[in-house]
């Protein structure tokens, strides 16, 4: 019984019924003394309920739990932080969140000079312009016809561009109507990443330019542009040019500090595991956390365990042993192999399995915090039983820009309702017109009949006029309001987590696969660390639809599964 329910029997002053079967002989009938606790329960249940002092102490430290929700941790999955006692993160875009438009602007500049200078574009390509708005995580390259496209949970195509030019409604149904994307395909590249998103804005940007010059090899440029701003990333060229001003392309979250304090105070252990390499994730750390708390003079108090250029995500399946690295100097110097990971000293490289043995935490104890959908979430959660926290934090816009549509949205799905029921209703009247019809047509009528049939069929016909009408409107009033909310939020690409109807695959993939996911570390200062974080109750379409409701179909149901007895027919 839920707690609609047992309201529902409290409102209307009732008490449940006397176990009057089930007290006769609760020591002889099973199924009687289940039944006489059931009504117990539902007895303790009203009073519990209704237990005013109860009611006060949940509510009063309201101001404390109320949290934005641009700041909450969402669960798709139970997890008792109870349970967890070493809880790991990600640097790049985890603890660190970067400002998105100047790093993606150098990026992209930085790419823009390569290609020029080593793969033999022509220099008017450093008049493309960068836009911000034309990127977003989840997109996809289609490699063989130039476009860039976006696709909802089931890899059905949404919104297409070739260049930045949409496609039209013919082209689109002759590419991607009859098509899934796989993205396991050669043909297809997920940009999945935050440090790939120049990428697309690069990819369109060049074809319109070169594009009215002559033929273009669209998937020999997706190549090129990858490896250029591969290059720019792994040769240091990049992270020399951040290291330069660390301050304006890092924000510093002055809850961080706090944050980790709160978890260490819970009784967690802390690690760092990171791609980067020391001297980068040292100046970077160092900007985020020294000095934040007295307690913490280097960020390296927070950390029991630190490893840098971990190699995610083959650290989750290779065996790379651990090397230990001289933290003492900004070389990244190794000093040889490592035989166990000690506080206040730094690592490199290794893998799981020695990891948890190095540690002596394992499994579901570990919760492991990450930006990166495939390196930090997907692959950790395929090869180990590690718990998972994915940082998006596009999630923080896209949540208040929702948030300031509100009104907007609830007259969308309004109306998407009355699509629903105008379909319905239409087709109903359907087969009744077409029933009118065929005895008009087949049966020998007396001519009252016939004319009372005839004036019926007008009714029913002006009545189906009516509601097509109304259902074309209703159908480009939904349109047209989806539209506006979505493209209010990215005029290219729509809402970030949903295509159309549909959640996107991007949402998709952070649902399948991180247990949590919140907008940055910061917001676990809100939680206890003990806190259980408890999924939305997964209903399915036949619950949602009013199962609990409690009544039996009158057609044809036989009621719950009983046990034999006397009053059985
Ligand atoms: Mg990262």
Not at 39 to 54: F, G, K
Not at 422 to 431: I, M, Q, T, Y
Not at 489 to 503: A, H, I, S, T
Request: proline content about 4%.
């Amino acid at each position: 019984m839920n707690e609609a329910q047992v309201r529902s029997i409290a409102r209307s002053g009732g008490s449940p019924p006397a176990a009057s079967d089930a007290s006769t002989s609760p020591h002889t009938d099973p199924r009687g003394v289940k039944r006489a606790s059931a009504l117990e329960a539902e007895q303790r249940a009203l009073e519990v309920l209704a237990d005013r002092d109860l009611s006060k102490l949940l509510a009063t430290p309201k101001e404390r739990r109320e949290i934005e929700r641009a700041r909450q941790i969402f669960v798709n999955r139970n997890l008792r932080m109870n349970k967890i006692e070493l809880i790991g993160f990600d640097m790049d875009y985890t603890l660190a969140i970067y400002h998105m438009r100047r790093i993606e602007q150098l990026s992209f500049e930085m790419t823009l000079k390569r290609l020029i200078a080593h793969y033999g574009y022509p220099s008017e390509i450093s008049n493309v312009l960068y836009d911000h708005q034309f990127v977003m995580r989840g997109l996809v390259v289609d490699k063989a016809n130039g476009n860039l496209i976006k696709m909802d949970r089931y890899g059905h195509v949404g919104r297409a561009y070739h260049g930045r030019q949409q496609l039209s409604d013919e082209v689109w149904r002759r590419l991607y109507r009859e098509l899934r994307v796989n993205l396991k395909s050669p043909e297809f590249a997920w940009i999945d990443t935050l440090f790939a998103l120049p990428e697309a804005c690069l990819y369109a940007g060049i074809i319109d330019l070169l594009e009215p010059k002559g033929p273009l090899d669209y998937a020999k440029l997706y190549d090129n542009i990858r490896e250029a701003i591969d290059t720019v990333h792994r040769d240091g060229s990049l992270k020399a040019e951040l290291r330069k001003d660390i301050g304006h392309f890092i924000f510093k979250d002055p809850q961080l500090g706090p944050s980790l304090h709160r978890l260490r105070s819970g009784g967690k252990k802390l690690f760092l595991l990171t791609n980067s390499l020391w001297s980068y994730s040292d100046q970077v750390m160092g900007h985020l956390l020294d000095g934040v708390l007295p307690e913490y003079p280097s960020w390296r108090n927070y950390f029991d365990f630190i490893v840098t250029g971990a190699a995610k995500p083959t650290f989750f399946s290779s065996n790379a042993p651990f090397l230990e690295v001289d933290a003492t100097s900004g070389e990244d110097r190794i000093v040889g192999p490592a035989k166990a990971l000690e506080r206040w000293k730094v690592y490199q490289g290794g893998n799981l399995v020695a990891f948890e043995q190095m540690t002596g935490f394992a499994g579901d104890t570990v919760l492991y915090i990450g930006d990166h959908i495939y390196g930090d979430i997907l692959k950790s959660k395929k090869t180990s039983l590690w718990r998972t926290c994915m940082v998006v934090q596009e999630l923080e816009d896209e949540i208040n820009y929702t948030d300031s549509r509100q009104e907007e949205i609830s007259r969308l799905s309004e109306i998407e309702l009355l699509r629903a029921r105008l379909d319905d209703e239409l087709n109903h009247r359907k087969v009744y017109l077409n029933n009118l019809e065929r005895r008009l047509d087949k049966e020998e009528l007396t001519d009252p009949l016939r004319a009372a049939l005839e004036e019926e069929r007008r009714r029913a016909k002006s009545e189906l006029d009516k509601l097509r009408r109304a259902l074309r409107q209703a159908v480009e009033i939904a349109d047209t309001l989806e539209r506006d909310v979505e493209e209010g939020f990215n005029p290219f690409w729509g809402l970030l987590f949903k295509e159309g109807n549909e959640n996107s695959r991007f949402g998709e993939q952070v649902e399948q696969y991180a247990c949590l996911y919140t907008s940055r570390v910061s917001n676990f200062l809100y939680y206890s660390p003990m806190q259980y974080f408890r999924s939305p109750r997964d209903l399915m379409p036949h619950e949602q639809a009013g199962a609990l409701s409690g009544k039996l179909s009158p057609l044809g149901s036989e009621g719950p599964a009983v046990a034999a007895s006397k009053e059985s027919p």
